[in-house]
């Protein structure tokens, strides 16, 4: 049964590109959260899609957009890229609206 | 507004040594849940224990335990008789049950490491 599967695992943009991250969830899961990880800090919450729709969102910029599609895989999408959204971006699926989170290895953005 | 702390940054000790690890939280919800997670250098968070906020009883698996205390809004985790395995970064993290997604607000982690 596989887990949280994130894609790329690692990648490098130039200042000012967009960048689209692909996570797709546990299996018997419907709903798809976003964080960010700055190195040396805690996950930031940046928004959860249930039934294709964005159902919470944190505190981030229009600079960042996802989408999830009918399979409940998801997309994170981040746009005019900073030297600061070098991180690492943890996608976490789960059932409904319980906290039986699973996490992903993540992917690891470079910003240059 | 939810706040998590976790004052300790980095923790070193020799295996079989006991290591608390601190948590303190910032709610003005009466109903919110507390976590714990581990994260190793593989970078997936893996879940270590959930409580919610009516439930003070302390638990203990294995040779985990978690002191729940809402008099002082800590939720501080033990490990007993550690070992290398245990390295890892560890997170606390909450959630109030009145938001929509049941977003975690996670605390800045601190770093266990185990020396043989």
């Known amino acids: 049964d596989a887990g949280v599967t994130q894609s790329p695992t690692h990648l490098i943009k130039t200042r000012g590109q967009q960048v689209t991250l692909r996570c797709s969830p546990k299996s018997g899961h419907d709903t798809v959260s976003w964080y960010q990880q700055a190195l040396g800090q805690g996950p930031q919450f940046i928004f959860q899609y249930y039934e294709e729709e964005e159902r919470q969102r944190g505190n981030f910029p229009d600079r960042f957009s996802g989408h999830q599609f009918p399979n409940y895989s998801s997309e994170l999408n981040v746009n005019a890229l900073l030297l600061g959204d070098s991180a690492l971006y943890l996608c976490?699926?789960?059932?409904?609206?319980?906290?039986?989170?699973?996490f992903g290895s993540g992917t690891r953005l470079t910003v240059v | 507004a939810q706040k998590v702390t976790q004052a300790q940054t980095e923790i070193s000790v020799v295996e079989k040594e006991d290591v608390t690890l601190d948590c303190v939280y910032e709610?003005?919800?009466?109903?919110?849940?507390l976590f714990w997670y581990k994260q190793p250098p593989s970078g997936e968070l893996v879940f270590l224990i959930r409580?919610?906020?009516?439930?003070?009883q302390n638990e203990i698996s294995g040779r985990y335990s978690w002191n729940f205390q809402k008099s002082t809004s800590s939720f501080n985790f033990t490990i007993t008789a550690s070992q290398v395995v245990d390295s890892a970064v560890y997170f606390c993290a909450l959630s109030e049950a009145n938001n929509a997604g049941n977003m975690l607000t996670f605390g800045g982690g601190t770093r266990l490491m185990v020396k043989p």
């Open positions: 409580r919610n906020s009516f439930d003070e």
């Open positions: 976490a699926s789960s059932f409904g609206q319980t906290y039986g989170y699973t």
């Open positions: 709610t003005r919800d009466t109903t919110y849940y």
